[in-house]
């Protein structure tokens, strides 16, 4: 069963960084798209950044330049570099996996782009974000 753990939450000011962990287990599957989501209270999940197995990386406008995902083949981890963090980054932050993605869902990510968040399988608990100013 595949299982998405996500660590690295926490407190910071305004303009400071933090670096998500999700750790995945559970699955074999030699192709994925994986992405990052963040919900912040009385809004919508929001998809800011996905990887693709090839490397591919996409993000959302508001975070671009500022925000890197990353996975780690050897240790079956997926990462969300976070700088110049703002108070609108507060959020609970997700991490999910689409499993052996269909080729037009792996084209989005290689343009740049993000899968829709229907597509995603699997996902992790939260770990949350909060930026003060």
């Known amino acids: 069963q595949v299982q998405l753990m996500e660590s690295g939450g926490g407190s910071v000011q305004a303009g400071g960084s933090l670096r998500l962990s999700c750790a995945a287990s559970?699955?074999?599957?030699?192709?994925?798209?994986m992405g990052w989501f963040r919900q912040a209270p009385g809004k919508e999940r929001e998809e800011v950044a996905a990887?693709?197995?090839?490397?591919?990386?996409g993000y959302t406008d508001s975070v671009k330049g500022r925000f890197t995902i990353s996975f780690d083949n050897a240790k079956n981890t997926l990462y969300l570099q976070m700088s110049s963090l703002k108070p609108e980054d507060t959020a609970m932050y997700y991490c999910?996996?689409?499993?052996?993605?269909?080729?037009?869902?792996?084209?989005?990510?290689?343009?740049?782009?993000?899968?829709?968040?229907?597509?995603?399988?699997?996902w992790g608990q939260g770990t949350q974000v909060t930026v003060s100013s």
């Open positions: 990887v693709d197995s090839d490397g591919s990386t």
């Open positions: 559970g699955y074999t599957a030699s192709t994925f798209c």
């Open positions: 999910a996996v689409v499993p052996n993605p269909r080729d037009d869902i792996r084209g989005l990510v290689t343009m740049g782009w993000l899968p829709p968040l229907y597509e995603y399988n699997y």
